[in-house]
């Protein structure tokens, strides 16, 4: 007999879809479209079992909607810039396109050996000029529209490696990789507007609740964090001096509790702090101010952190009152959230409380929440109660009392309704070799000038490597002389080229739109191609980019859609997140050696075995632990169902209601179920109900007529498109036994005949008056008034209901019994 040869059917159906070019998408196929992308790969050494897991799942909703008859598109490309590569090239003197394209080679090699139903003529890498030259028109179009702004701004800065680090790479002050004390500098960074787009980008999200994981919204709703509340402002009690101080600006979500403000603190490293210090106190707050500047924004607002602080000498007066309330500077405000200043309400504000607390300022109880004194406690009261000691909203709830006080300071003009977000605009440049060079030039006298969009792409210099991509505080670029040199597009003058880089989240913010058109000269995409495609209907990728990567493509798709280029406004109809793979309970790590070798994987069971392992072991959000699951046992079900087809001997197209009935029955049961588990992304079970389909039909095949009834030839063949979503190799291999041909992939999903879906019934007993006078077949699942219905509809039973008097009352125990009470 044949034998199940995995090598031999990999071999053979690769070079298949190839040369068939199975999966190439035809533009003028009118069909519906749907579009299915998975985040793209970083080329860092060849495909991992991540990548493996995470493809497989992308590859079922693409190839069911292809059988489905949908014109489907699944492209693939590469995240091809970045700082792995531009580190490679140091240590290995080289340049950073040898270890890239070296890299995406091999990973290209393994994609098409695991047999995702891709577009390969669509292939991209982001670090081809003729991708970035894209890239760097979107920058021009940011621009002019004045969303890229450059401005000085304090950055991490580390001594030794002589970089930028982000705020993640600082850990207890100190660089994370050399252990060097971490300072503050001021840098000129380019940054993306994208705060004018944080209502929008939140709004919107009503769009995608439902079709994106609730906690993926709930962890963008927090980092967009918008607070409503007021600004109130404080005007400054004039010094002996005389001086005369700007007022001061707070934003508060507590515009009721104002009684309560009893002082104000700014953030000490603010300039606004700097401002306000008069004379005497000045140098304490230089000494505060320098103990600052290794400490993380994370630390700072840590409830458990013991509040400090330097009184700045000055007063404010409070709007309502008049009263004087001291200033002080401290670290537990921080000097880019708001306005850099809080009015403190310890009485409410746990982190006021505690500051009040320790050094000694006064405690003003406004809210009565029925909770014990802040001050004995020294727990703050935070809960919901009624204003007191507070004139004109004394007794009000404090949704009233908030709406109140805004009312009250508006009216004197000195407050208003306020909206504050916690989303800071993008910092997109980078001192880095290995990325987008941002296009724009210099010039000593026009300043600011944007390369001509005729000049794109500004290309990275071919002859650096090695050593000279070291970082040493400024780009790598700047040593380029004779690449940064340019004559100003403007006045024809000495000019000289931007050195920096743009981050990689730019390039991979737009990347699913190049797709569309990926070899078009002329234009970004083609937004016809736009109009066909956008949005995405599943994008499929890690919870690691539930925040940055998908809200810098949620912002650039509404820059490209306020543009006219795309009508979507959001590019991800719906995402799915993957879970990890897992080795013994714990992520793969090279510190805990339990890392297991995708390819040696491969080699061992088969790319379907792998696959279907992967699909099979969970639901596709749940995490995979490699040590649970059985690769070998997967290769032993697909032989099994491989056998089947070599054992079908009927004719195509033989007519299966000739066949035996049992078996259509398990046939097209799956086949419905598989319908609706697809669409609720139960991918496991879809795989489960699979290995039963195959066990009834070689039952039927071993008692039955055998090979010859032509209900185990139409169950062979569900069996075989039900496979092609997770094991094509073996799926296709089948087909062409089954005498179909070639492809499954592009074959049309089975038509479910509902006649054969015979619902489960139970018998139900009717009783009148306690006496068994009938019997019915109903659905298991009937429920009680329906059963009622039915049961004192019958001709029998109303006979005997005339007899008895008529219906008193009518006991339903659903499915079983129904008892008619007379009389
Ligand atoms: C007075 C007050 C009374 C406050 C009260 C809270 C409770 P969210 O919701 O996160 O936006 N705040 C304002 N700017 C700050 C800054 N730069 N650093 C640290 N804290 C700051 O928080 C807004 C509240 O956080 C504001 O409302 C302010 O304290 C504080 F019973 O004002 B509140
Ligand atoms: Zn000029």
């Known amino acids: 007999a044949a034998q199940y040869d995995v090598r031999e059917i990999e071999a053979r159906w690769q070079q298949f879809w190839e040369q068939d070019g199975t999966f190439v998408v035809d533009e003028h196929d009118e069909r519906e479209r749907r579009y299915v992308c998975d985040m793209f790969p970083y080329p860092s050494g060849d495909l991992h079992m991540g990548h493996a897991e995470a493809f497989a799942i992308g590859d079922v909703p693409a190839r069911y909607w292809r059988l489905r008859g949908y014109n489907v598109l699944h492209p693939i490309g590469w995240d091809s810039f970045g700082l792995p590569a531009e580190n490679a090239a140091i240590k290995n003197d080289a340049h950073p396109a040898e270890w890239t394209y070296t890299n995406i080679d091999t990973q290209a090699a393994s994609f098409k050996r695991y047999a995702i139903s891709t577009d390969w003529t669509r292939r991209l890498h982001t670090s081809d000029p003729e991708y970035y030259r894209w890239t760097q028109w979107l920058f021009l179009k940011l621009y002019e529209r004045g969303l890229a702004y450059r401005q000085d701004s304090p950055v991490n800065w580390c001594p030794k490696d002589q970089t930028v680090l982000a705020n993640e790479q600082v850990v207890d002050g100190a660089c994370e990789r050399c252990h060097t004390a971490v300072v503050k500098k001021s840098l000129n960074q380019w940054y993306f507007r994208i705060t004018d787009y944080a209502d929008r980008l939140l709004d919107d999200m009503a769009d995608l609740a439902g079709s994106w994981p609730e906690r993926v919204l709930a962890m963008q709703r927090n980092w967009i964090g918008r607070s409503q509340g007021a600004s109130v402002r404080f005007s400054i009690a004039v010094a002996e001096n005389g001086a005369d101080v700007e007022p001061v600006e707070v934003f508060t979500t507590r515009p009721d509790t104002l009684y309560g403000c009893t002082f104000l603190v700014v953030a000490a490293d603010a300039p606004l702090a700097a401002d306000l210090v008069t004379a005497e106190h000045a140098e304490q707050l230089e000494e505060y101010r320098r103990r600052l500047d290794s400490v993380s924004d994370i630390e700072r607002q840590s409830a458990e952190r013991e509040k400090t602080g330097v009184f700045l000498g000055r007063y404010a007066v409070h709007p309502l009152t008049g009263e004087h309330l001291p200033i002080w500077a401290s670290d537990y405000v921080l000097a880019d959230y708001g306005t850099g200043a809080v009015m403190a309400v310890p009485a409410h504000d746990q982190r006021d409380l505690d500051f009040a607390l320790a050094v000694d300022l006064p405690v003003r109880v406004v809210v009565d929440t029925g909770e014990e004194d802040p001050?004995?406690?020294?727990?703050?009261?935070?809960?919901?109660?009624?204003?007191?000691?507070?004139?004109?909203?004394?007794?009000?709830?404090?949704?009233?009392?908030?709406?109140?006080?805004?009312?009250?300071?508006?009216?004197?003009?000195?407050?208003s309704a306020a909206t504050n977000y916690r989303l800071r605009d993008w910092l997109v440049s980078r001192q880095r070799f290995w990325g987008a060079p941002i296009p724009i030039i210099h010039c000593q006298r026009c300043g600011e000038v944007p390369v001509p969009e005729e000049q794109l792409p500004v290309t990275l210099p071919e002859d650096l490597r090695g050593e000279q991509l070291a970082p040493k505080g400024r780009s790598p670029l700047a040593a380029a002389e004779?690449?940064?040199?340019?004559?100003?597009?403007?006045?024809?003058?000495?000019?000289?080229?931007?050195?920096?880089?743009?981050?990689?989240?730019?390039?991979?913010?737009?990347?699913?739109?190049?797709?569309?058109?990926?070899?078009?000269?002329?234009?970004?995409?083609?937004?016809?191609?736009?109009?066909?495609?956008?949005?995405?209907?599943?994008?499929?990728?890690?919870?690691?980019?539930?925040?940055?990567?998908?809200?810098?493509?949620?912002?650039?798709?509404?820059?490209?859609?306020?543009?006219?280029?795309?009508?979507?406004?959001?590019?991800?109809?719906?995402?799915?997140?993957?879970?990890?793979?897992?080795?013994?309970?714990?992520?793969?790590?090279?510190?805990?050696?339990?890392?297991?070798?995708?390819?040696?994987?491969?080699?061992?069971?088969?790319?379907?075995?792998?696959?279907?392992?992967?699909?099979?072991?969970?639901?596709?959000?749940?995490?995979?632990?490699?040590?649970?699951?059985?690769?070998?046992?997967?290769?032993?079900?697909?032989?099994?169902?491989?056998?089947?087809?070599?054992?079908?001997?009927?004719?195509?197209?033989?007519?299966?209601?000739?066949?035996?009935?049992?078996?259509?029955?398990?046939?097209?049961?799956?086949?419905?179920?598989?319908?609706?588990?697809?669409?609720?992304?139960?991918?496991?079970?879809?795989?489960?109900?699979?290995?039963?389909?195959?066990?009834?039909?070689?039952?039927?095949?071993?008692?039955?007529?055998?090979?010859?009834?032509?209900?185990?030839?139409?169950?062979?063949?569900?069996?075989?498109?039900?496979?092609?979503?997770?094991?094509?190799?073996?799926?296709?291999?089948?087909?062409?036994?089954?005498?179909?041909?070639?492809?499954?992939?592009?074959?049309?999903?089975p038509r479910v005949e509902e006649s054969l879906l015979v619902q489960e019934t139970v018998t139900a007993v009717i009783q009148v008056r306690g006496k068994l006078r009938e019997k019915i077949e109903v659905p298991a699942d009937i429920d009680a008034a329906e059963l009622e219905r039915r049961a004192v509809e019958l001709p029998k039973i109303q006979k005997y209901i005339e007899a008895d008097g008529g219906v008193r009352k009518v006991i339903v125990r659903e499915p079983k019994l129904v008892n008619v009470v007379t009389g």
């Open 375 to 415: 001050v004995q406690t020294g727990t703050a009261t935070t809960g919901d109660g009624v204003l007191i000691d507070s004139p004109q909203w004394e007794g009000l709830g404090k949704d009233e009392a908030v709406a109140r006080a805004i009312e009250v300071l508006s009216g004197r003009g000195t407050g």
């Open 482 to 749: 004779s690449w940064g040199r340019v004559d100003c597009p403007d006045c024809g003058g000495w000019a000289q080229r931007d050195t920096d880089t743009m981050d990689t989240f730019v390039d991979s913010s737009w990347y699913y739109l190049r797709y569309l058109s990926p070899r078009d000269g002329e234009q970004i995409f083609d937004p016809e191609a736009a109009r066909r495609w956008m949005p995405v209907d599943q994008y499929v990728g890690g919870v690691e980019h539930a925040i940055l990567h998908l809200l810098y493509s949620r912002f650039i798709t509404k820059v490209l859609h306020d543009m006219g280029l795309v009508s979507a406004q959001e590019p991800f109809r719906a995402l799915m997140n993957q879970g990890q793979v897992l080795n013994g309970g714990r992520a793969m790590s090279k510190s805990l050696g339990n890392g297991v070798d995708l390819g040696e994987q491969l080699e061992a069971y088969g790319v379907d075995a792998v696959r279907l392992t992967m699909v099979f072991a969970s639901p596709p959000e749940d995490d995979v632990d490699w040590a649970d699951v059985s690769p070998s046992g997967a290769s032993k079900f697909l032989g099994r169902a491989w056998r089947l087809a070599q054992d079908v001997t009927s004719e195509v197209g033989a007519d299966p209601s000739t066949g035996a009935a049992g078996l259509r029955a398990v046939t097209h049961r799956t086949i419905a179920d598989a319908e609706q588990l697809l669409d609720d992304q139960k991918f496991n079970v879809v795989i489960a109900r699979t290995m039963e389909l195959v066990n009834a039909v070689r039952k039927e095949i071993d008692s039955g007529a055998g090979g010859a009834d032509a209900a185990v030839r139409e169950a062979v063949e569900v069996v075989a498109q039900l496979l092609s979503l997770v094991a094509p190799y073996t799926a296709e291999d089948m087909w062409a036994a089954l005498g179909r041909g070639a492809s499954v992939a592009n074959s049309a999903w």
